[in-house]
Nanobody, 128 residues
Framework: QVQLVESGGELVQAGGSLRLSCAAS????????MGWFRQAPGKEREFVAA????????DYTDSVKGRFTISRDNAKNTVYLQMNSLKPEDTAVYYC?????????????????????WGQGTQVTVSS
């Protein structure tokens, strides 16, 4: 069982930056691939970024490539999402997720069904 708690979401102007954090409970954090997803009002939850168990591989949805960076610190049981050059269309609730326990250490997971544990979400609002 893994519990995930996101933080760092807030109201920011377009062009600004935020760093989201997701703290995981337990001693098995490094066993899981991690991902960030987001859900805007009236829309389905969508993939944003993912990082492999080792942290060596990452993947991003096209709309955030070059602006967002996912990273993890296995010693601190935390995954981060650095978001730069924010746009109004980035406004959403952002969720972190853990999945693929004991899978390949270099594998990134981009699909919702590959994740077993989810945080409660943190609101990011980008004003124009």
């Amino acid at each position: 069982q893994v519990q995930l708690v996101e933080s760092g979401g807030e109201l920011v102007q377009a062009g600004g930056s935020l760093r989201l954090s997701c703290a995981a409970s337990g001693r098995t954090f490094s066993s899981y691939a991690m991902g960030w997803f987001r859900q805007a009002p009236g829309k389905e939850r969508e993939f944003v970024a993912a990082v492999s168990r080792s942290g060596s591989n990452t993947d991003y949805t096209d709309s955030v490539k070059g602006r967002f960076t996912i990273s993890r610190d296995n010693a601190k049981n935390t995954v981060y999402l650095q978001m730069n050059s924010l746009k109004p269309e980035d406004t959403a609730v952002y969720y972190c997720a853990a999945g693929g326990r004991y899978g390949r250490v270099d594998l990134v997971r981009t699909r919702l069904y590959e994740y077993d544990y989810w945080g409660q979400g943190t609101q990011v609002t980008v004003s124009s």
